[in-house]
């Protein structure tokens, strides 16, 4: 499967955005679906999950409250939505794919990776 990462960009403190990653290829209801964010001089931490039906999620608990994710499977995409963004959310978010049923947390586990897009939170 071939993911493509939108929606990021520049925002103040407080301010939202909506990340997309569109899906193409295999189908993609298959697969467990996860954000990562990775910042400079960081490891690639993991951000949230949602299951292939999108019953279930998960988050990490920095953003629990302040993000969604979501996917329509009919449209090969999953989201996510930040709320409420703070400057130590700036980081480059990916969009991963992973045949694992259960959710994972554990980026090794994601098969495929999205090209990453850029958010920059501003205090």
């Known amino acids: 499967v071939q993911l493509q990462a939108s929606g990021g960009g520049l925002v103040q403190a407080g301010g939202s955005l909506r990340l997309s990653c569109a899906a193409s290829?295999?189908?993609?209801?298959?697969?467990?679906m996860g954000w990562f964010r990775q910042a400079p001089g960081k490891e690639r931490e993991f951000v949230a999950a949602?299951?292939?039906?999108?019953?279930?999620?998960a988050y990490t608990d920095s953003v629990k409250g302040r993000f969604t994710i979501s996917r329509d499977n009919t449209k090969a995409t999953v989201y996510l939505q930040m709320n409420s963004l703070k400057p130590e959310d700036t980081a480059v978010y990916y969009c991963?794919?992973?045949?694992?049923?259960?959710?994972?947390?554990?980026?090794?586990?994601?098969?495929?990776w999205g090209q990453g897009t850029q958010v920059t939170v501003s205090s």
């Open positions: 991963g794919s992973s045949t694992i049923v259960a959710i994972t947390t554990i980026p090794e586990r994601y098969r495929y």
């Open positions: 290829g295999r189908t993609f209801s298959r697969y467990t």
């Open positions: 949602i299951s292939r039906s999108g019953g279930t999620n």
